[in-house]
Nanobody, 118 residues
Framework: QVQLVESGGGLVQPGGSLRLSCAASGFTFSSYAMNWYRQAPGKERELVASISSGGITNYADIMKGRFTISRDNAKNAVYLQMNSLKPEDTAVYYC????????????WGQGTQVTISS
């Protein structure tokens, strides 16, 4: 079955960096776009970044220049490099993909907590 497993979250001081990873299995990873979302307490889940099957990237405006999404199709993995982190980046970060199997199905990982605090 489809599995998305995030890792790499933690507690970081403002201005620091983190690299999140998402290990994917159960589908042809190289054929699908992958997304990172985040959800802060009391807020709706929001799209952080996307990468197409061909490696084209897209970012939410507030993340541009600080976050970089990448993928390694040989490892079935997608990454999110986060630099210059701010307290407002504190959230649970989720890996996501939408697969077409007779219809469109949304898959999520369990999330990884990122906390930015001094």
């Amino acid at each position: 079955q489809v599995q998305l497993v995030e890792s790499g979250g933690g507690l970081v001081q403002p201005g620091g960096s983190l690299r999140l990873s998402c290990a994917a299995s159960g589908f042809t990873f190289s054929s699908y776009a992958m997304n990172w979302y985040r959800q802060a307490p009391g807020k709706e889940r929001e799209l952080v970044a996307s990468i197409s099957s061909g490696g084209i990237t897209n970012y939410a405006d507030i993340m541009k220049g600080r976050f970089t999404i990448s993928r390694d199709n040989a490892k079935n993995a997608v990454y999110l490099q986060m630099n210059s982190l701010k307290p407002e980046d504190t959230a649970v970060y989720y890996c996501n993909t939408i697969l077409y199997v007779g219809g469109y199905y949304n898959y999520w990982g369990q999330g990884t907590q990122v906390t930015i605090s001094s």
